[in-house]
């Protein structure tokens, strides 16, 4: 899967890159090995943050659903024998 940035957030990441080569490395690199070093982010490391964030929201949807269930058994009424 491969997730379409929009231009904005592209050109910030783009900056991002290059000013953590500048600070970390002291290396200068232009726009263009910024981007590429981008797509080598998003196509071989991004499956790896998405497939977490998956795992995250099903268990956040698994706690929200009990506790709904939870609450739904609140509602139940005693049954006499």
Known sequence: ???????????????????????????????????????FIKESLGPHFYNAAVLDAIHVVKQQYSSMEDEILTLEQPVRK
Do not use: W
């Open 1 to 39: 899967m491969f997730y379409k940035l929009k231009k904005e957030q592209q050109q910030e990441m783009i900056s991002d890159i290059q000013r953590f080569f500048s600070e970390e490395r002291d290396e200068e690199i232009s726009e263009f090995a910024a981007e590429r070093v981008l797509d």
